[in-house]
């Protein structure tokens, strides 16, 4: 028997999802190659843990930029081996719904299709992330009543007002989680001269990230090479220090809210000032992102449940739109579209 998969290629993480069984791998979107032949030595966990560690001979790269594919050899290669560990069905080939980010043009659509045809499937299904992490947080997307949803993945953020299974307004941006990172990176070297590296600056982030001021001190310590002495050295970074740099980046985001809120009809908006706004991804947990966004635009803002989880189990969940009419009885649009 076939098992339907769905998968999230994102930016910082690849995730997949069995029909009847749930997410079943979460591993981060990293491959290590030899650099002598290409041979691809490690994915995911294995690789990560290799990055900014890397001898002469090897080398780990992030082969989704932006939410896009940047190297399909690479995404191909790393779907593979990660499918491979799900034991799914050579015999009968399963069908496949992936995500991809709100905009993305026809050549990106192309390679996220074709990598995942690479594999062997029967049919390729296309879902937006918005829509994914919006029935991910457990919304009825398919009602006419108006929800605003935000996706703060790694690398893109997708902004969408969302009803009848629709996108009515959206806005996808390439300010996102990792924004984070690269600021704290930025911050370190101006202040204290010191360069770190990515896997730090993430690391410093989970710590002591944070956009509103904290209610407590917290420090962090950060190793990395002085740029005028070229020698190691730790300097210890404060939460309190950190958070106007990090805000700034937050403020970008609530902008982008602000427009789409400004273009969406308004018996919509009459729904999301009611309903407030939800946030979905990896990137929304940064502390105080809820509230700076809040008091922005004035409309309560929620952190999903599982906000990281949001966009797989929503694709996993629309396995079942596969094959459905275009529009139901009551009007809405089937959320999946077929990449054809
Ligand atoms: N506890 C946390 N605090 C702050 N940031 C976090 C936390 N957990 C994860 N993140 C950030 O969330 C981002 C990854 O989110 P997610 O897994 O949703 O992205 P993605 O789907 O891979 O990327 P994209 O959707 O942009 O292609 C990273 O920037 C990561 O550092
Ligand atoms: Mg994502």
Known sequence: MSVDIAID????????????????????????INLDNDDVIAVGHDAYSMMGRTSQRLSTIEPIVGGVISDFYLVENMIKIQLGKANVSRVVKPRVVACIPGEITDVERRAVVNSILSIGVRSVSLIEASKAAAIGAGLDIRSPHGRLVLDIGGGT???????????????????????????????????????????????????IGAVIKPEAEKKYTVKGRNTVTGLPQAVEVSNTELFEDLSEIAIQIASQVQDVLEETPPELVGDIYKDGIVLTGGGSLIYGLDKLIGSQVKIDVHIADNPSDCVINGCGYSLKYIGQ???????????LSMPY
């Open 157 to 207: 953020t997708d902004i969408a007002v969302i009803s009848l299974g629709d996108i009515s307004v959206s806005r996808s941006m390439k300010v996102a989680g990792n924004s984070f990172d690269e600021e704290i990176i930025r911050y370190v070297r101006r202040k204290y001269n010191l360069i770190i590296g990515k896997v730090t600056a993430q690391k410093a982030k989970f710590e």
């Open 9 to 32: 290629l994102g930016t910082s993480n690849t995730r997949i999802y069995i029909a009847g069984k749930g997410k079943f791998l979460d591993e981060p979107s990293v491959v290590t």
């Open 325 to 335: 009419e275009e529009i139901d009885e009551n009007g809405a649009v089937n959320p």
